[in-house]
């Protein structure tokens, strides 16, 4: 299958370096290019592509509210990957709140590039990366904890292992290894777990683990981020 995508950021430079890195892979085609939230939101009406790579900061809407309406509008099918240039962004824990499934920095390598496009528009989060996981603890510890609607009651013991393994940054084959299960068993508490909690994916269900507590940043050295 080919991944339709398409790519906004305000810098020109950017945004054709990444059409033509993503224009070299066969299945991977750019049906479009937006400078500005605005023009993404539009080109995702009509192009309704498999991802949308956007960049966090733009002029008159930026890429978080982009992201919001494109995964909105599509119910979920167009997938957003948002582009960051520093590696600690105030907004990336409201962008993943607002559909994003991933995150990746500007200067990623080519191989990053294309592996997080592949990820995000199969429909899986790129949190195993420590970037990622590093941003998710830091700003679920600076923000003021909202008062969650939903709670571990809801869940069974096992399943709340598997929520907390998924906010490690673990894979479902890790986590059958971790747990001693099968990996069937372990899709199946995933899938029971998103349910009960109306998970749309493993980004929201890092975020869910850090508001209940089951995972919180431990300490840190001064001058570096949190580690989940």
């Given at each position: 299958m080919v991944i339709r995508a398409i790519v906004a950021d305000d810098q020109a430079v950017v945004?054709?370096?990444?059409?033509?890195?993503?224009?070299?892979?066969?299945?991977?085609?750019?049906?479009?290019?937006?400078?500005?939230?605005?023009?993404?939101?539009?080109?995702?009406?009509?192009?309704?592509?498999?991802?949308?790579?956007?960049?966090?900061?733009?002029?008159?809407?930026?890429?978080?509210?982009?992201?919001?309406?494109?995964?909105?509008?599509?119910?979920?099918a167009t997938k957003a990957l948002m582009l960051t240039t520093f590696g600690f962004d105030e907004y990336v824990y409201d962008a993943l709140a607002a559909g994003a499934s991933g995150f990746l920095l500007k200067d990623a390598t080519f191989p990053e590039l294309l592996h997080a496009v592949r990820v995000v528009a199969e429909g899986n989060a790129l949190l195993a990366p420590e970037l990622t996981k590093r941003l998710i603890a830091a700003f679920v510890k600076q923000r003021a904890a909202p008062v969650p609607v939903r709670t571990v009651e809801e869940l069974t013991d096992r399943e709340v292992e598997v929520l907390v393994q998924i906010a490690q940054g673990l894979s479902n084959a890790e986590i059958a290894e971790r747990l001693t299960i099968t990996d069937h068993t372990v899709k199946t508490h995933i899938n029971r777990l998103f349910t009960k909690m109306g998970l749309r994916d493993r980004a929201q269900a890092v975020i869910l683990a850090y508001e209940l507590g089951l995972v919180v940043p431990q300490g840190r050295r001064p001058g570096t981020l949190p580690l989940a």
């Open positions: 945004r054709t370096a990444f059409v033509n890195l993503l224009g070299t892979q066969d299945d991977i085609e750019v049906v479009g290019e937006a400078e500005d939230g605005v023009q993404a939101v539009r080109v995702a009406a009509e192009q309704r592509p498999d991802l949308a790579l956007l960049d966090i900061r733009m002029p008159h809407k930026n890429g978080i509210e982009a992201a919001r309406e494109i995964t909105r509008a599509s119910e979920g």
